[in-house]
C-alpha cells in the first residue's frame, strides 16, 4: 500500500481555521509562514477581527511552533503582535523575534522599552535589545544603531526604579559593552541590598568578559542560594575562568539540578584537561540525567576545544564567540 501523503493547506483555508478551529494545526500554522504583501496585509485584517484571549493563543502557537520548526518563519506576524493591545500578544512577539536580527527592529524594541504600559513587556524590549548590544560590540551595527540602541538601554537603566525587572533587564543587556558607566552599574547593583538586583549583576558580569570580575564570580559559587550558584556558574564559564574550575567540580555534586548543569556547560567553555576530566566522569554518573547532560556538554567542550576537521579560515573570530543566550533570571 503506497503511503499517503499529507496536501499543504492553501494560505485563505489557513485564515479560516483562525476563526473556525478552535486550536488550528502545525498545517494551518505553517501555511502563514514567510507572508508578505497582500497575504501579509489579508492576515492583518483577519487578525484584527479576533478576540484579546484568541490572539493571545494563536500567536504562542506560532512562538511554540517557530522554536520547533527551522522552516517556520513568522517574523512578520510577530511584528504586527509588538503594537497589539494586548500586552500578552505584545510580550509574546517580542519573544518571537529574539534571534531577529535586522536593524529595523531595534526602534521597535526601543519604543516598547520607552512607551510600553507593561513593565513586563519593557523588560523584555530591553532583553531583546542586549542582541544588538553584543552586535554593536562585534562591529556588525553602524555607530549610530550602536548608540542609539545604548542610549535607550542606559535611560531606561537611570530612570527605572533598583528593584523593577526593566532595571535588571536593562542592565543584563548593557553587559557586552565594556565602559566606565557599564563597570560602575555593575558593581554598584553587585552591592545593592536587592538580592534579584545581585543576581543580575552577576549575569552581567559573565557577559562583560572582563575577567576583573572572576573573582568576585568565584567567590558566588559557594553561596547559599541555589539562583546565585547557578548564575556564578554560567558566569564562570563566560568569563572562561580556568580558577573555576575546582570549585564548578564541587558543583556537580549541588543538591541543585539545575546548578550541576550549569557547572557542566561552564567546564565545556572553560576547556582544558581537568574540565574535560571532569565532564567524561559525570557521564559516567549513575545519574541518567546528569550523565546525558554531560554527554551535550561533551559535545560542546569538543566543539571550542576540539581539532576542528574543516578550515577555521571560513570562519571570523568574533563568529565563533559565544552568543548571547536567551535567559530569564527571576
Not at 572553560?270 to 566522569?281: N, P, Q, S, T, V
Not at 554531560?294 to 574543516?310: K, P, R, S, T, V
Request: hydrophobic content about 40%; proline content about 5%; glycine content about 4%.
Amino acid at each position: 500500500m503506497s503511503k499517503k501523503t499529507t496536501q499543504p493547506i492553501s494560505f485563505q483555508r489557513a485564515l479560516e481555521a483562525l476563526t473556525t478551529e478552535s486550536e488550528p494545526g502545525q498545517q494551518s500554522l505553517m501555511a502563514l509562514s514567510d507572508l508578505e504583501g497582500e497575504r501579509l496585509t489579508a492576515w492583518q485584517e483577519a487578525w484584527g477581527t479576533l478576540s484579546a484571549d484568541r490572539r493571545a493563543a494563536l500567536i504562542e502557537q506560532l512562538r511554540e511552533l517557530a522554536e520547533e520548526d527551522i522552516e517556520a518563519d513568522f517574523r512578520p506576524l510577530f511584528r504586527i503582535g509588538l503594537s497589539d493591545p494586548d500586552e500578552r500578544v505584545r510580550l509574546v512577539a517580542v519573544e518571537g523575534l529574539y534571534e531577529d536580527e535586522h536593524p529595523s527592529l531595534i526602534p521597535l524594541l526601543i519604543g516598547l522599552l520607552r512607551d510600553d504600559p507593561s513593565p513586563t513587556v519593557r523588560a523584555a524590549a530591553a532583553e531583546s535589545l542586549g542582541r544588538f548590544v553584543y552586535l554593536g560590540e562585534m562591529d556588525h551595527l553602524s555607530d549610530a544603531r550602536r548608540s542609539q540602541v545604548y542610549t535607550a538601554l542606559m535611560r531606561a537603566l537611570l530612570t527605572s526604579p533598583e528593584d523593577s525587572i526593566v532595571h535588571r533587564r536593562a542592565l543584563e543587556a548593557l553587559a557586552y559593552v565594556s565602559n566606565e558607566e557599564v563597570d560602575l552599574q555593575i558593581r554598584d547593583a553587585y552591592h545593592s541590598q536587592n538580592d534579584l538586583l545581585r543576581l543580575s549583576a552577576i549575569v552581567a558580569m559573565g557577559r562583560s568578559s572582563n575577567r576583573a570580575y572572576c573573582e568576585i564570580v568565584r567567590s558566588e559559587l559557594h553561596s547559599v542560594s541555589p539562583a546565585v550558584r547557578r548564575r556564578a556558574a554560567e558566569a564562570s564559564g563566560e568569563l572562561e575562568d580556568e580558577e573555576a574550575v575546582p570549585h564548578l567540580a564541587q558543583l556537580l555534586e549541588d543538591p541543585d539540578e539545575e546548578v550541576r548543569f550549569a557547572a557542566l556547560d561552564a567546564l565545556a567553555l572553560i576547556g582544558g584537561k581537568e574540565a574535560e576530566k571532569l565532564l567524561r566522569a559525570a557521564a559516567d554518573s549513575d545519574d541518567d540525567a546528569l550523565a546525558e547532560y554531560a554527554e551535550q556538554a561533551l559535545e560542546e567542550f569538543e566543539f571550542w576545544h576540539g581539532e576542528m576537521d574543516f578550515p577555521m579560515a571560513l570562519f571570523d573570530e568574533e563568529d565563533l564567540k559565544p552568543r548571547p543566550i536567551k535567559r530569564n533570571v527571576k
